[in-house]
């Protein structure tokens, strides 16, 4: 096995002239190959407040308009406590997952592009990669089902609001084209399943030609997103204050069932982990990764933990099947209030669609497993097919709590944790690579573009000569304890709320 010293500016230096200097033992990689690599992955070029942006688009997801409804079926103590215990313990396991990827030899500031699945590749071999690549898939993918699900339930009703009607090809009970109007509590204003909806055809045409484009490209549309979300919520929060709120609306424990479905629900709110190495390897190097991340997990924290409270407080007996918006709708607000629902899944449901989509294809195109047009096609438009089947009914409840336990939780909070645990174990070892670490290593350089000017900035900065901690100041073993301790709740949480969830199913 290669040994390479502790000492990052030697070593990187060292894996500057094992790669260059021996091509023809290393990654190599075509013309062709790298032109397509330029074009399909951004550069370090987000900023701080971009950084907060993404990062809070990602978790103001799908699951945030079921929210008010978990905290009236399961109660408000209970709901509140598994906020504060998976942000806590999320934003943990994302930032030791960023440490880890400082851990792998010349990498200590992340001047090397590593994904998600390479990240998993590099300390857990292939069957490493081929479970990770998986579990992001699915993870991820359900998620922007679930995201499509709702910004296409929203538009059809602001069809209907403006045109008096909102059509759509029907699938079940009977193949036929079918008109409807008039709002309801439910989600989708139509009864049956459908092929598509008009509502459904505008999203598509709207969201997908972002998937296609790169992670940096899409921050101006993160940051709009952002800005709008808090004054729309904003203003939910102010309407219900004024519409009048009722304690008798929020119990302090709720239902069996309402209990079963609390911990689904929260952790699809905060299943963006797996997002956060793309997101590093396209920041500044002046970006502090530390701040960035809990200051976005707390923001998103405060805006949960508000909207539902109020939300809950302000509307009696929402039914199963609902979500905020379309109880809001259904309340006949005041013209802001209701414009603002019509206008909320744009702004920050849309939005986190072709993240999720491009963190699909870059995982899928580092280390040349799928070429660029397969890549996209499975990250950018399978979503927009599987999603057919759950346009109407209670579809979007079922995948937030099945997906989040079976997928987005494992891969957003065992896989990353598990991913640390493996590189203290690696940094004991003095960081001895076995021979095909060694090639993964080199794979990597090959794949960064923009390696050299990357080292370049980054030994700029003094601060960035040591590598990245999650605690500086607490020794590698303390931090080691407190990483497990977050795998022994999550690894004891996450059973529980599976059995939960079958012994109490969503009504």
């Known amino acids: 096995m290669m040994e390479l010293e502790d000492n990052y500016s030697k070593s990187t230096q060292s894996l500057i002239n094992d790669y260059y200097?021996?091509?023809?033992?290393?990654?190599?990689?075509?013309?062709?190959?790298?032109?397509?690599?330029?074009?399909?992955?951004?550069?370090?070029?987000?900023?701080?407040?971009?950084?907060?942006?993404?990062?809070?688009?990602?978790?103001?997801?799908?699951?945030?308009?079921g929210i008010a409804l978990v905290f009236q079926e399961g109660g408000w103590v209970l709901t509140l406590g598994g906020f504060l215990l998976i942000m806590i313990t999320s934003t943990l396991a994302g930032l030791f997952m960023i440490e880890s990827m400082a851990s792998i030899p010349g990498n200590p500031r992340f001047q090397l592009r590593v994904e998600f699945t390479m990240l998993c590749r590099f300390y857990f071999g292939k069957i490493g990669y081929i479970i990770a690549q998986i579990f992001i898939n699915v993870a991820l993918q359900a998620t922007n089902i679930a995201s499509i699900i709702v910004c296409a339930q929203v538009m059809d009703n602001t069809v209907d609001a403006i045109f008096k009607k909102t059509c759509g090809l029907q699938a079940y009970p009977s193949v036929e084209w079918l008109c409807v109007s008039g709002a309801t509590s439910d989600s989708s204003p139509f009864p049956?399943?459908?092929?598509?909806?008009?509502?459904?055809?505008?999203?598509?045409?709207v969201i997908i030609p972002l998937g296609f484009l790169n992670l940096d490209d899409n921050i101006i549309v993160q940051v709009i997103a952002v800005i709008l979300m808090f004054t729309l919520t904003s203003s939910w929060v102010i309407s219900f204050l004024i519409n009048g709120l009722s304690a008798d609306n929020l119990p302090s424990f709720g239902s069996g069932t309402g209990i079963a479905q609390i911990m689904g629900n929260v952790m699809f709110n905060y299943a963006y982990i797996t997002t956060l190495p793309s997101w590093v390897n396209e920041s500044k190097p002046t970006v502090n990764i530390r701040k960035a991340v809990w200051l976005s997990s707390s923001a998103s924290t405060i805006v949960f933990v508000t909207t539902g409270i109020f939300g809950a407080l302000a509307f009696a007996h929402m039914p199963s099947s609902s979500d905020i918006l379309s109880v809001i709708n259904s309340h006949h607000g005041n013209i802001l209030t209701r414009i603002s629902v019509y206008v909320f899944p744009f702004v920050v449901l849309a939005s986190s669609i072709p993240v999720y989509s491009i963190v699909v294809r870059y995982n899928l195109m580092q280390n040349g497993l799928l070429p660029k047009w397969i890549a996209n096609g499975v990250a950018v438009l399978l979503p927009w097919l599987v999603v057919i089947p759950f346009m109407t009914g209670d579809?979007?409840?079922?995948?937030?709590?099945?997906?989040?336990?079976?997928?987005?939780?494992?891969?957003?909070?065992?896989?990353?944790?598990?991913?640390?645990?493996?590189?203290?174990?690696?940094?004991?070892?003095?960081?001895?690579?076995?021979?095909?670490?060694?090639?993964?290593?080199?794979?990597?350089?090959?794949?960064?573009?923009?390696?050299?000017?990357?080292?370049?900035k980054f030994t700029?900065?003094?601060?960035?000569?040591?590598?990245?901690?999650?605690?500086?100041?607490?020794?590698?073993?303390?931090?080691?304890k407190i990483s497990l301790a977050c795998l022994i709740i999550l690894g004891i949480l996450i059973p529980l709320v599976i059995v939960t969830t079958f012994v109490f199913p969503n009504s």
């Open 460 to 480: 700029y900065y003094a601060e960035h000569h040591s590598m990245f901690k999650v605690f500086e100041k607490l020794k590698r073993m303390q931090s080691a």
């Open 192 to 205: 049956g399943y459908m092929f598509f909806t008009i509502g459904y055809l505008i999203v598509l045409v």
């Open 21 to 65: 200097g021996n091509e023809e033992d290393g990654a190599n990689i075509s013309s062709e190959h790298r032109k397509e690599l330029e074009s399909s992955f951004g550069h370090k070029t987000i900023g701080f407040f971009g950084g907060i942006s993404l990062l809070i688009g990602n978790m103001t997801g799908p699951g945030m308009v």
């Open 395 to 456: 579809g979007l409840n079922y995948i937030s709590n099945y997906s989040s336990i079976f997928f987005s939780s494992i891969a957003n909070f065992i896989i990353p944790l598990l991913i640390y645990l493996k590189s203290i174990q690696f940094r004991k070892g003095h960081r001895k690579m076995t021979p095909e670490q060694q090639q993964i290593l080199k794979t990597l350089v090959a794949e960064t573009i923009d390696w050299e000017e990357n080292h370049h």
